[in-house]
């Protein structure tokens, strides 16, 4: 079987299992979508605890519905948001959290992000990027539901800034033994669920 083979096959399995166990919340059905999951409000929130994300000023997201609530604290934090476009058909949209106070609930869907965000001609060097997975192990690997958005977004800021944290919010059952690997595969460093922090580099062995 092949590595591709190998990703598809997980995406499916997992994809199954929230369905299943009903883990797995609007919009549904969850296949071939970065899965929105029970107590995705809970791992935005624990999100605040990690001493990067405090220290952050400018923080990347993507703009899939299970880490809707780490924009809305992104921007209730006082935080720049950088949010990718879908598809990354308009590029990255940067929204101001003055801008948007008291509405920051709405700023942090799409269209709000719309509404509030200027397009990006210049973007500027974030402290944090905050990905989607559909499976990710405990060394770090993602998998996401198979168009290469995630991967183009990460390596096109490190390529422009150099090394920054990536952090993916995801329900334990996500977390599997081993996600396949590709060579332009990119990593997180940190792994939040609505139970724990997992701090990848300490499992890189």
Known sequence: ???????????????????????????????????????????????REIEIYRKAKVVVTNPDFPQKKVREYVLKDGKILIMASPRLKQGYLQINPEEVKGKEEFASTIKGAFKYGKRLKEIPKPDLIVTGCVAVDERGNRLGKGGGYGDREINFFKSKFGEIPVLTTVHEIQIVEKVPVEENDTRVDFIVTPKRIIECKLHDK
């Open 1 to 47: 079987m092949s590595i591709k083979e190998e990703k598809a096959k997980l995406r499916e399995r997992i994809w199954k299992i929230m369905e299943e166990k009903k883990i797995a919340r609007y919009p549904l059905p969850p296949y071939n979508k970065i899965p929105n999951f029970e107590g995705s409000e809970e791992a935005a929130e624990k999100i």
